[in-house]
């Protein structure tokens, strides 16, 4: 029987679970993932700015083809650095069909990351995806192949056609995935299409080994769903509830707002463990358990552990720029932070967490100042015109453009640039051709008033064993859940202080909370 790690580092795109988290994680014996979101754009802005401690022309040194490696180091990296007026150089945009350059750049993106996750030690590296962005999903899961990846977790979607897809890239065959193309007929089907031998041309070499898949859901119906219809094994589930951070499952049935304009979770959101443990294989549980206590009690409900992000997002190994993180460690351990779960920022619909801090894009006056423009285009989609050609779209992009695409106008209200805004948030914040830098949104799950617990003695900082450590520490009574006492103390200073108002927010109603005791939304 494969014993699996109890604890799960999270995987936060984009770049800020990176390699040197994910390692610094899987040597303490849990395990470290890395985020694979926008990866591409990451490695090639490593590159740019002269590759700082030469990590990723090492890692490229190991790359099975090293004409590849060479074309990409030719194509990007730049010797000392670019420019402080330079705009980045961008990674060639997802296509239907992308271009033999921008598939060689998304295997290797996700080789290097998973390479250097992975180098020196025996520990297990997972690399996480988003459903949604769905066009990288074959070159981007091959790359963390050839690098050894341990386990593959997927969330924001149904991933249903995820397990078939490792088994085939294992055995280095020609793969494809159905796209969620909106206004397609029913009987129509798009696929995007994987070649191994065509993209990368590598010499004769054994299977690779499969990782392992788990599948991030809400409900029990999914993981039953997924156990059976999936088109492969599914090897276990990481159960998420709408108290952790990033993107959350929307609520089931009509949309309900608070006063402050966020969603309302109720009795259709309950998680029937009994029914997710009934079907066999391990499970994890997420949001709200960053704590020995929570850990203690996932194991009472069956759990095989627990997911932890939050704690791991502001550590010192954690990818968010040094001075972000430092403003957001003192933002919290000074006034408390009430984190704000936004219904419209996301482009893809799905509620987003943002956590309010001056000069970010969580404050209106900096959301309304920035042009809107879509160069990265992660979170676009596919859609059908009525004269049958397929188009890209995205909520977040120029409302002209949007509609002219056959969007509804109204679907772009609130939205917001979460690729450009997330890429600031590790460093790499673009200069766009108007002279307008993007901005950093950072997102937490609502229990990051936790890390306060790590600043003791007049410490700054924390580290990612410190959180390890403390999560495999006796339980003690201050070992609160979200929904109790730490999640009250962190809304009542955060109001106290003004620091729950946020540009999306409203009056300061209290939170809707998540009894992650019994294991269900309430």
């Known amino acids: 029987m494969t014993e699996h790690p109890q604890i799960i580092q999270g995987g936060m795109g984009i770049a800020v679970s990176d390699w040197r988290l994910a390692r610094a994680t899987a040597l303490e014996g849990a395990m470290g993932v890395v985020s694979g979101t926008a990866i591409n754009s990451v490695l090639v802005r490593r590159l740019q700015v002269g590759d700082i401690g030469g990590h990723m022309r090492r890692a490229l040194e190991h790359f099975p083809v090293p004409k590849i490696a060479e074309e990409i180091l030719d194509a990007y990296y730049r010797g000392g650095g670019k420019g402080a007026e330079e705009s980045y150089k961008l990674a060639p945009m997802y296509k239907i069909k992308t271009s033999l350059a921008g598939l060689r750049l998304t295997v290797v993106s996700n ?21 949604k962005v769905q066009i990288p999903h074959l070159a981007s899961a091959y790359g963390a192949m050839l690098a050894g990846v341990d386990y593959v977790l997927m969330g924001a979607g149904i991933p249903r056609q995820v397990p078939g897809v490792l088994d085939s890239l294992s055995q280095h065959v020609k793969s494809r995935y159905k796209l969620a193309v909106e206004d397609e007929a029913t009987a129509d089907e798009t696929y995007t299409e994987f070649d191994p031998a065509e993209v990368i041309g590598l010499p004769p070499m054994p299977h690779l080994r499969r990782p392992y898949f788990l599948a991030i859901i809400a409900s029990a119906t999914l993981a039953m769903s997924l156990a059976k219809k999936a088109s492969g094994h599914v090897d276990g589930f990481i159960i998420e509830y709408p108290v952790a951070g990033g993107h959350n499952a929307p609520p089931r049935g009509k949309l309900q707002l608070t ?159 979460l690729c450009n805004a997330l890429m600031a948030n590790v460093g790499q914040a673009q200069l766009q051709k108007t002279g307008f830098t993007e901005t950093p949104l950072l997102t937490s799950g609502d229990d990051v008033i936790m890390v306060t617990r790590f600043l003791k003695g007049g410490a700054t900082s924390y580290t990612a064993k410190q959180v390890i450590d403390f999560l495999r520490s006796p339980p003690s009574e201050d070992d609160t859940p979200v929904s109790g006492a730490i999640a009250a103390e962190a809304v009542a200073e955060a109001d106290k202080n003004g620091s729950g108002e946020n540009g999306s927010g409203g009056n300061g109603e209290s939170h809707e909370t998540v009894n992650v005791e019994a294991g269900k939304h309430a």
């Open 111 to 131: 080789f290097v990351e998973v390479f250097l996750a992975k180098e020196g030690h025996e520990g297990k590296v997972g690399i996480n995806f988003l459903e």
């Open 259 to 417: 006063d402050r304009g966020e969603p309302i979770y109720g009795v259709k959101d309950e998680v029937d463990l009994e029914k997710i443990a009934a079907i066999g294989r391990p499970f994890y549980l997420a949001g709200g358990y960053g704590g020995p206590d929570r850990l203690q009690r996932a194991l009472e409900l069956g759990a095989a552990g627990i997911q932890v992000g939050s704690a791991f997002s502001l550590c010192e190994e954690s990818g968010v720029e040094a001075s972000l993180k430092q403003k957001a460690v003192d933002s919290i351990s000074q006034h408390g932070i009430r984190v704000f779960t936004d219904a419209t920022a996301s482009p893809t619909g799905f509620p987003f967490k943002v956590v309010p801090l001056e000069g970010t894009g969580s404050e209106q006056s900096v959301y309304e100042g920035r042009p809107r423009i879509c160069d990265l285009g992660y979170l676009r989609v596919p859609a059908k015109t009525d004269d049958d050609k397929i188009v890209f779209r995205c909520a977040s992009e120029p409302i002209a453009d949007f509609v002219k695409k056959g969007g509804d106008e109204e679907a772009t209200t609130g939205r917001k640039c």
